[in-house]
Each structure stands twice: as structure tokens, then as C-alpha cells.
């Protein structure tokens, strides 16, 4: 069984910086892919920010230059550093891993969620 944690969520005024954090324990054999993704009020789910194991990142072009994601490939591990942040960005983030749990079984894995609220 594997399970994804996240961390860092909270209530910062627009222009304020946030870190989140997303670890992925138990049965891990290697973890592929790892992402950030949010739903924001009324919207559907939509990627933010994927990174692969060699370090490749990708970004959607509405947070491109505000935020950024990492992994620590030794932790099983994925951050998002998130700066300048908008009302806009005010959503449920979600990191999501694609792991395989063994030589030929791969899935993919969501954590619980974290809220984010920029507001004044």
C-alpha cells in the first residue's frame, strides 16, 4: 500500500509565499512522475507543476515564473514553492505520484489534499 502526505497548506495574504510538501511512503518500488495539481471554486481539477525522476519540469503558463517544483528523489519527496501568489490561486492542491510497487505493477497515487487561500 503506498500513501501520499502533504503539507504546508494555510491563509497568506496576495504577494505572500507558500511552500507545500508531498511525501510518499510504503510500498514503493520507484516512483516515476510526480506532480502538483489543484482545484480551484467551481473549476475542475488542472495540473500546476510535473517534474519526472531525471528532473524535467513542466508548468501550466498561469504559475509559470511563480512557482516552483522540486523532488528529493531520496525522500520520495516532491515540493512546491509557491511566490507571488494571487487570489486566484486560492484552491485544494493535490500531489500525485505514479509508482511502481513492483518490477511490473505501476499506478498512479493521489494524496488528501491541501487547501490554499490567498486572500486581503
Known amino acids: 500500500q503506498v500513501q501520499l502526505v502533504e503539507s504546508g497548506g494555510g491563509l497568506l495574504q496576495p504577494g505572500g509565499s507558500l511552500g507545500l510538501s508531498c511525501a510518499a511512503s510504503?510500498?514503493?518500488?520507484?516512483?516515476?512522475?510526480m506532480a502538483w495539481y489543484r482545484q480551484r471554486p467551481g473549476l475542475e481539477r488542472e495540473l500546476v507543476a510535473s517534474?519526472?525522476?531525471?528532473?524535467?519540469?513542466n508548468y501550466a503558463e498561469s504559475v509559470k515564473g511563480r512557482f516552483t517544483i522540486s523532488r528529493d528523489n531520496a525522500k520520495n519527496t516532491v515540493y512546491l514553492q509557491m511566490n507571488s501568489l494571487k487570489p486566484e490561486d486560492t484552491a485544494v492542491y493535490y500531489c500525485?505520484?505514479?509508482?511502481?510497487?513492483?518490477?511490473?505493477?505501476?499506478?498512479?497515487?493521489w494524496g488528501q489534499g491541501t487547501q490554499v487561500t490567498v486572500s486581503s
Open positions: 500525485q505520484a505514479h509508482i511502481y510497487t513492483s518490477a511490473t505493477n505501476f499506478d498512479s497515487y
Open positions: 517534474t519526472n525522476r531525471g528532473g524535467a519540469t
Open positions: 510504503g510500498n514503493i518500488f520507484a516512483i516515476i512522475g
